[in-house]
């Protein structure tokens, strides 16, 4: 018997997943989300030159339709990236496929994961669209199997949620994710999928999407490779009978709500980076702006020497220093601190005396938490 996970799911959405056989048999590879009204989107897409044609597309959809959007349809196991005009005729098929199934003819933003460089096999994906469309439902589980449904290399699924009260009555926000290569954010991370139940007006919506993905799915890294389709996609449609509008309770709410949801499955997805044994959480204060501190954090995270360190369990913090000191970042090393778990390394840009013992255990744990001051 499978166990669902403990999620809230909002009100006024349908799932539905179907095993198309794209790459694996068996595999559930297709779903999609339908938002029973039209809702608010909002999206953030990679910036990647290579963009897939399901990028270039929801994209101009997105555009086209003033941020009204009545679904998300997705496929696993073949990118369609690097595919030419087939590619790009196909990912408009898919989004006719979807809205036709579910039968309100609403505008459908359309995502793919896989094999860069092949061209999708549609008569499988136009099966699965239909079989997905005809298993739909609107419960925990059915959020769940899709959620599955866009795995590929990930070991484990990535899945959040939050609930909140504004004048009594209830918000939820549900969210899932996959991805545990090509994970080096240049604007999103792979694909990701949040829903809720609020009203708010997609100009606004955008805004505060592309706030809490900047502190969230933009400040994680495993293997510093960009994704040709990087895409992550809010909607907001409205079923709780809350509005948020610029300032109001509601939307404050929201958006704490949203970035706890956001900030959990950036966590997952670190996670689970392929070969990854540490999640390591890098924390730089002190910095002139959000965006210094997130570069020289960056230039840690990506360093060979330091994954190289970790991984060995060697407290080489010559090799942070290093890292910040070319990052670009303008600070004074002189005035500089650097923190490994409970452990001081380096005041005033000195090195510290510290206990190589209790090193060896910060470098073993699971987590491991680095900061730079």
Same mark, same amino acid.
């Given at each position: 018997? #499978?166990?669902?996970?403990?999620i ?102 359309v ?32 959020f ?17 949620? !939050? ?21 080096h ?24 999407f ?42 404050? !709410? ?20 392929e ?37 060995g ?7 942070i ?12 090393? #002189? ?10 390394m ?28």
């Open positions: 018997m #499978t166990t669902i996970p403990q809230a799911v909002p009100a006024g959405y349908q799932f539905g997943t179907a095993a198309a056989h794209i790459k694996y048999p068996g595999r559930k590879d297709v779903g999609f989300i339908v938002s029973n009204n039209p809702a608010s989107c909002a999206a953030v897409f990679t910036q990647n030159r290579f963009c897939a044609a399901p990028v270039a597309f929801s994209r101009d959809m997105l555009h086209n339709s003033a941020g009204i959007i009545s679904g998300i349809v997705v496929n696993s196991g073949c990118a369609n990236a690097a595919t030419g005009d087939q590619g790009m005729e196909n990912a408009a098929t898919m989004a006719h496929l979807a809205s036709e199934s579910i039968g309100h003819g609403g505008a459908f933003l995502c793919s994961t896989g094999t860069i460089g092949v061209q999708l096999p549609m008569e499988k994906i136009s099966r699965g669209i239909t079989e997905a469309a005809d298993m739909r439902g609107e419960d925990a589980a059915d769940v199997a899709f959620a599955d449904s866009i795995m590929t290399t990930d070991t484990v699924r990535k899945i959040a949620s !939050a609930q909140f009260e504004v004048g009594g009555k209830t918000v939820t926000i549900a969210g899932c994710a996959k991805g545990s290569g090509m994970i954010p240049n604007m999103a991370t792979l694909l990701a999928f949040v829903i809720t139940d609020i009203a708010i007006d997609a100009h606004l919506l955008q805004q505060i592309a706030r809490v993905n900047d502190i969230s799915l933009n400040c994680i890294t495993v293997d510093g490779d960009t994704s040709t389709n990087d895409t992550a996609i809010l909607l907001a449609n409205g079923a709780a009978d809350v509005q948020a509008t610029a300032g109001s309770e509601a939307m404050r !709410a929201f958006e704490s709500a949203l970035t706890d949801v956001m900030i959990k499955l950036a966590r997952q997805l670190a996670c689970d980076g070969g990854a044994t540490h999640l390591v959480e890098i924390t730089v204060s002190g910095a002139a702006t959000f965006a210094d501190a997130r570069k020289a954090a960056m230039a840690v995270a990506n360093s060979p020497l330091v994954k190289t360190a970790i991984y369990k060697d407290a080489n913090w010559g090799r220093a290093c890292a910040l000191g070319y990052s670009g970042v303008d600070f004074d090393a #002189t005035k500089t601190d650097i923190t490994l778990g409970d452990l001081v380096m005041r005033n840009g000195t090195p510290q005396d510290f206990s190589e013992e209790r090193a060896l255990v910060i470098l073993g744990e699971d987590e491991i938490k680095i900061h730079a001051d």
